[in-house]
């Protein structure tokens, strides 16, 4: 499930995937929820099923000329091994790069950056979820925990991605499972 346009995914500008807009809360994991269509007589009734979510690997960040922006390949842990790929926003997959590979910058990128300031506050992440898909965008939020307790927190997903991968050790990655088997808008559940 390959997006091939830009629009398709996280372009990671601060813009489509952040709510910056101002037409709404486009990306920001707050749009307003619909209640489910009951599609048989024995839905009618019955609350909705909690998402599935699967863990994730981060299998690479690539440029493929000409495209304009890299794209974030992630693949299931464990059998079936579906992929989930999407653009990513240039200085979006260079981060992506720095931190799968672990590297260090001579000063700290954004994301190394917050990532230390989460740490010096002990605030741990513990998952990055990628929720949902609304025209081609997706979807992600930040589980966080900290002494005052646990939060969520909306994000774009490659910024949950790269700081995943900043923690000392890396915080799991994972998808509703809609988003692997599903073509189209996947409201968050």
Known sequence: MTASDPGAGDLGTGDLGTGDLGTGDLGTGNAPQREPVATSPED?????????????????????LPGQFPILRLQEAEPPLRDLSFPVGMPEGVALAYALRRLET?????????????????????????????????????????ARGREVVPCRPSDGVVLALRQAVSAPILADERLLTDDGDVTPG
């Open 44 to 64: 009618v009734g019955r609350a909705p099923r909690p998402p599935v979510f699967r863990v994730m690997d981060v299998m690479s960040v690539t440029l493929d």
């Open 106 to 146: 001579p000063r700290p990128f954004t994301h190394e950056l917050f990532s230390k300031v989460l740490q010096a506050y002990s605030v741990d992440i513990v998952a990055v979820r990628l929720v949902g898909r609304t025209f081609g965008t997706y979807l992600a939020e930040l589980d966080l925990m900290a």
